[in-house]
């Protein structure tokens, strides 16, 4: 079986660009989450994808978004890039509800802002 | 607002004695907590998990402790081998359909188990 899978692995952007990240759950997974750690820091929640809708987002400002495509995968934007958002981003994929399932992490995507 | 605190954040450990990792959380809606492993440059990996109902759960050498009344748990690992170092994340999920699966994380204790 297929573990969650993110591209690309690192991505280097400068201040005010975009970015894309995108990220694979393992099938059979509906749910998709996404969390930034930065450096040294613990594992902060960004947002939680279902069945295409956004269930639930973190303390971040609206610049972070994202979508949920019809085969699960999901595409996590950042506009107007900023120095602070240099930082590990991880992507998680689970069952939806309350399954007692934990989630499965892919290897994140380093992104990194000159 | 930490609601889940790992307070070591590094613990070093002899090879073959006991590991004990610690966390302490404040939300009493928290009704599943699990222990992930991270080594550099990869995603967190799933150790072991418990239900609130429960206070222990035994996975081969992890066992996790569940003390409600404190708001604590642990994870101990015996016995420790080099390849247990790692950062270990402590995570709690909040019951209610608005929360699906989504996790709240510890800031993380790096385990060094010397050779």
């Known amino acids: 079986e297929a573990g969650v899978t993110q591209s690309p692995t690192h991505l280097i952007k400068t201040r005010g660009q975009q970015a894309t990240l995108r990220c694979s759950p393992i099938s059979g997974h509906t749910s998709v989450y996404w969390y930034q750690q930065a450096l040294g820091l613990g594992l902060q929640f960004l947002l939680w994808y279902d069945e295409g809708e956004e269930r639930n987002r973190g303390n971040f400002p609206p610049r972070f978004s994202g979508r949920q495509f019809p085969n699960y995968s999901s595409e996590l934007n950042v506009n107007a890039l900023e120095l602070e958002d240099s930082a590990l981003y991880l992507c998680a994929s689970s069952y939806y509800l309350n399954s007692n399932q934990p989630q499965h992490f892919g290897d994140g995507t380093r992104l990194s802002i000159l | ?115």
């Open chain 2, 1 to 115: 607002d930490q609601q889940v605190k790992q307070n070591s954040p590094s613990l070093s450990v002899q090879e073959g004695r006991i590991s004990i990792l610690n966390c302490d959380y404040t939300n009493s809606m928290f009704d599943y907590f699990l222990w992930y492993k991270k080594y550099p440059a990869e995603g967190p990996t799933f150790l072991i998990s418990i239900s609130s109902i429960k206070d222990k759960n035994e996975d081969g050498r992890f066992t996790v402790f569940l003390n409600k009344s404190a708001k604590h748990l642990s994870l101990h690992i015996v016995p420790s081998q080099p390849g247990d170092s790692a950062v270990y994340f402590c995570a709690a999920r909040e019951r209610g359909n608005n929360a699906g699966n989504m996790l709240t994380f510890g800031g993380g204790t790096r385990l060094m188990v010397k050779p």
